[in-house]
C-alpha cells in the first residue's frame, strides 16, 4: 500500500469525515492490532496482555487498561525528539485520555487480574492523532480480548461498550467534522468528543481558542460529533466482524 493510498481529502463537506480505513492484525506478534488511517493520520494501536495488574488492583478480582502513546520522530512536518526520560506533559495527558475511554468499554471484574496495555504509535501526524488512537486502540483491544476468549481464557469477552471519538471546531463560524492540521491550527474553537454506542459521553476537551462560544455553538458540535463517532463505531463493527 503506497503512501498515497489514503490522500487528505481536500474540499470535502463540512460534516464529511476524511477517508478511514482501519487493517486488523497488522503486528503478527501483538493479542490485538489495528493499523487505524484517517486522511494524513496513520496511528498503529497494539494491545498487549500481561497476567498481572498493578499493585493497587492485587487481590480485588478486578482487571485494569492502560495505554502508552508517541509520535514517531519524522511523523510530524519537523522532527519530533524522542522522549528518552518518560512521557512529557501533552503525552501523558493523552495517554491518560486513551486509558479513560478505552476502561470505559470494559467490565473490568469480567476481565479478570490481568492488565491490557494498548501501545499507540502516530506513524504519520495530520491532525486528530488522540482520537484516531482511542478509535483504533477499541479494535486492537476488542481483537485482544476476543483472543483471550478463543484460546479459553475468559468465557466471554468483557467488551460492553464500544468507543470511538472525533475532532470538531468552529472555523470562521462555520462547525467542521474531524479536523486536519490545517484546520486545527486555525480553529476558533477546537472539541475532542469521545462516545459510547449508548450516546454517552466518555470525555469531552474543548478549547476557544479566540472568542468564548454559548451553548448553542456547543450543542451544534456535539451533534456534529456524534454523526461522526456514529460512522467510525460502523466502521469498527465491520472491521473486527460484528453487527
Do not use: K
Not at 128 to 155: E, F, K, N, Q, S
Amino acid at each position: 500500500m503506497s503512501a498515497e493510498a489514503f490522500p487528505i481529502r481536500h474540499g470535502r463537506r463540512n460534516d464529511e469525515l476524511r477517508p478511514v480505513d482501519i487493517v486488523t492484525d497488522y503486528l503478527p506478534y501483538a493479542e490485538g492490532s489495528a493499523l487505524i488511517m484517517v486522511g494524513g493520520t496513520h496511528v498503529l494501536c497494539a494491545a498487549t496482555v500481561e497476567e498481572r495488574v498493578p499493585g493497587f488492583l492485587a487481590g480485588t478480582g478486578q482487571g485494569w487498561i492502560t495505554a502508552e502513546y508517541g509520535m514517531l520522530p519524522r511523523s510530524g512536518r519537523e522532527r519530533i525528539p524522542r522522549e528518552r526520560v518518560g512521557p512529557g506533559g501533552r503525552t501523558a495527558e493523552i495517554q491518560r485520555l486513551i486509558g479513560r475511554s478505552l476502561r470505559a468499554a470494559v467490565d473490568l471484574r469480567a476481565l479478570g487480574e490481568r492488565t491490557i496495555i494498548v501501545d499507540c504509535d502516530v506513524i504519520r501526524a495530520d491532525g486528530g492523532t488522540r482520537t484516531a488512537a482511542i478509535t483504533g486502540g477499541w479494535v486492537a483491544l476488542y481483537l485482544a480480548l476476543d483472543r483471550l476468549v478463543r484460546t479459553g481464557l475468559l468465557p466471554a469477552s468483557p467488551i460492553v461498550r464500544q468507543v470511538a471519538a472525533v475532532s470538531v471546531g468552529l472555523i470562521g463560524g462555520e462547525a467542521r467534522l474531524d479536523l486536519e492540521y490545517a484546520e486545527d491550527s486555525r480553529a476558533d474553537v477546537d472539541l475532542n468528543v469521545v462516545m459510547t454506542d449508548r450516546g454517552e459521553f466518555v470525555e469531552l476537551q474543548g478549547t476557544a481558542e479566540g472568542q468564548p462560544f454559548g451553548r448553542e455553538r456547543l450543542d451544534q458540535l456535539l451533534a456534529l460529533a456524534e454523526r461522526g463517532i456514529s460512522e467510525l463505531m460502523v466502521i469498527q463493527r465491520r472491521v473486527v466482524g460484528i453487527g
